[in-house]
């Protein structure tokens, strides 16, 4: 009878091997997996904090200038939205030296010194990627192209 007890006492013990390891449900995993490299989870990935947007313009303070203006100097405002701090205009694949005011203006000044003469320009604005690394995360990135016609 003593023998009995103690093996029903055993049995009702949960014993476990020290290098037992606790089972993760194969849905959190496969959660996280998801989180990390499916690309454009931007929104849902934890780890995107660093990434930035990607720059769209709409259109430009003025679609047509003379080359008088631009021997001034002219001032060409960029309009658009997901401009950040280190978005800048680029011209006829010139990198200028931008004025951010707002996430959806640019201002940049266009000298002789880019254009030499009438014609038309491309117009894009650039807003180099994050520091996120590749973890599923899009950063940054290269608008469409916006005519600038010179008379």
Known sequence: MYQAAFAKDL??????????VPSVPWLFWAS???LLFLP???ALNPLCGSSRPAPA????????????????GFLLTVNGKEFVSSSVVVINGTTL???????????????TALISGPGTASVTVNTPSGNSGYVGCSSGGTSSVLTLTIT
Do not use: E, M
């Open 32 to 34: 996280v997996l998801a």
């Open 40 to 42: 454009g989870c931007n």
């Open 57 to 72: 313009i709409g259109s430009l303070s003025a679609s047509t200038i003379t080359f008088p203006q631009v021997q001034q």
């Open 11 to 20: 049995a009702s013990r949960s014993v476990r091997p020290s290098n037992h």
């Open 97 to 111: 030296s931008t004025t951010v005011l707002s996430s959806q203006q640019l201002q940049v000044t266009i000298s």
